[in-house]
């Protein structure tokens, strides 16, 4: 595999970075992941957007322009024949010279800036959309600023061990009683003709498929509420899902081992799926 560091295109095991990297010793980076499918970037713009806030709201420089980045992205398709799949993008503050809480010298310490691609065929025909999902209920310990797309990804990632342990697919996270969001992912439930989903605020990630999921609500002649809601209320709902830039559209079927409706994907969230993977394949760049 080809992979981007630092402005060079290099083979995977020739990239390295410093073990004073802020990104390894304090999780002081960012990422974002963009899919891939017929070999095209699905909403590259939406993922630049909010690459530039979240280095904005943490003080760190932008090292790049939106344009080049968008050459890097197609460059490591190309160069890694990726007709479906996923980059990955992380900026880190970079790699002063010793380990210090204090920010370094953004003069003098430039941002690491890593892009890698992921081959995954099949990628927009999962059969787990066919399945659905089923998710637990956990406790939602992390930080206060879900807003930002940091790496500081510990608690998801023991939140998916959980999930695995119990014989979920994932884990949905509850704050004073209220779902914030899957650990990857934004939650949704449908009642009736209504998605609801979380209002965005620093308590979630602001999904850039979440966005997009929204906007097309109208065309499945759906509404929409943003709003909080409890474990209880989606386990009463018709149908459920969630939706991240890798899963696009994922049916749930089963919150807490409650199933929803006769426990099989319905046509709601199979419509908005399909709605979704149609527009931005088209839009893909
Ligand atoms: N929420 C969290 C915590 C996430 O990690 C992600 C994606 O990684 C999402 C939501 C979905 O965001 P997006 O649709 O931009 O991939």
Redesign the pocket.
Known sequence: RTVYLNGEYLPENEAKVSIFDRAFLMADGVY??TSVLDGKLIDFD??AV?LARSLNELDMKNPISKEDLLEVHRELVRRNNIEEGLVYLQITRGAPNDRDFVFPDPETTEPTIVLFTQNKPGLGNDPKAKQGLKVISIEDQRWGR?DI?TVQ?LY?SLGKMMAKKAGADDAWMVQDGFVT??????AYFIKGNTIVTRALSND???????AAVLRFAEEAQMKVEERNFTIEEAQTGDEAFI????AFVMPVIEIDGVQLGDGTPGARVARLREIYLEEMRKAAV
Not at 181 to 186: A, D, Q
Not at 204 to 210: A, M, P, S
Not at 243 to 246: E, G, K
């Open positions: 974002e992941v939406g993922h909010r879900r797309k990804l998801p969001e899957g650990t990857s992912n934004n979630i990630l602001h999904g850039i498929t979440r939706s991240s830039a890798s």
